[in-house]
């Protein structure tokens, strides 16, 4: 049994015919956590859709029209580089929906996730790089509005950096978004996020992590977030199609044991979600996937036998 709550639904996984996203990836997640004694059934909870109010509080009012109308161009179809459908739409609204829900359960239980997420390429009048809209974006302007958080970082460990979070929230003190990624690669350009951390070319394990521990020190030292978000990219993997990063499946369970632990120690809750994955074996990028659930699972227990409020 996990020791806090996981937003998942079968409606996750999108259909986009041959391609390099592998939309199957949330139910093989899903049925690794349960086949191997990790989770059981009532852990996991159903996201709900969210409402265009909620989109709208990101995206602008003609992105969202279009998107619900399909009156895309082509050039904005080909920016997204996912084939359009009205499901496809149906998926990323659900997909904020279940990015909202996870972080209302992770301020009430101190931890929680969306098995889905992390679309941080969208920008407020379009999408792209496989993101339609921003679900992590909606998810902060949605409890700032209702005035459960008014502070919040972003954590970004994706090999690509997250265009989209710099540029919706670029600007704004009370955002601090953290991108470490691999430099030479997509997006270009890159806006500038609060603190980017630009990899070179077939960084390995070590250098990674003594550098993401840098960050998130650097991070803390002068912002004080109510709420942490982690976009748990499975790409920075050697075997990436995608990515040109060198970490092992093992140094990214360590990465995710730095993030979670960090917020652990300070007392935050925090919200993760899945990002990227695009390994050649599907069954490495749910290996990797599952293990940042195993990863905020043991963070959690580790900091509520520190406080002797449970766990083990």
Known sequence: MLPFP???????????GDHVFPALKYRLIYQRLLAEGA????????????????????HTA???RKLRAGTLSHWEVARLEVPYSAELVRGFWLSAGGSIQASRLALERGAAMNLCGGFHHAHPDHGEGFCVVHDVAVAVRRLQKDGVIRRAL??????????????????????????????NNYPVPKPPSTLDVNLA?????????ELLGEALRRAYSSFQPHLVFHLAGADPYKEDQLGGLRLTIEGLRRRDDMVFGMAAERGLPVMATLAGGYARRVADTVVIHANTVLSLRDAVLAAKTRTGSGGG
């Open 6 to 16: 996981v937003v998942y639904s079968d409606d996750y996984e999108l259909i986009l």
């Open 39 to 58: 989770a059981e059934p009532s852990d996991f909870v159903a996201p709900r859709e969210a409402c265009d109010e909620d989109i709208l509080l990101v």
């Open 62 to 64: 003609e992105w969202v």
């Open 154 to 183: 972003i954590v970004d460990t994706d090999v690509h950096q997250g265009n989209g979070t710099a540029a919706i929230f670029g600007g704004d003190p009370e955002v601090f978004t953290l991108s470490i990624h691999q430099q």
């Open 201 to 209: 070319d077939g960084v390995e394990d070590a250098e990674y992590l």
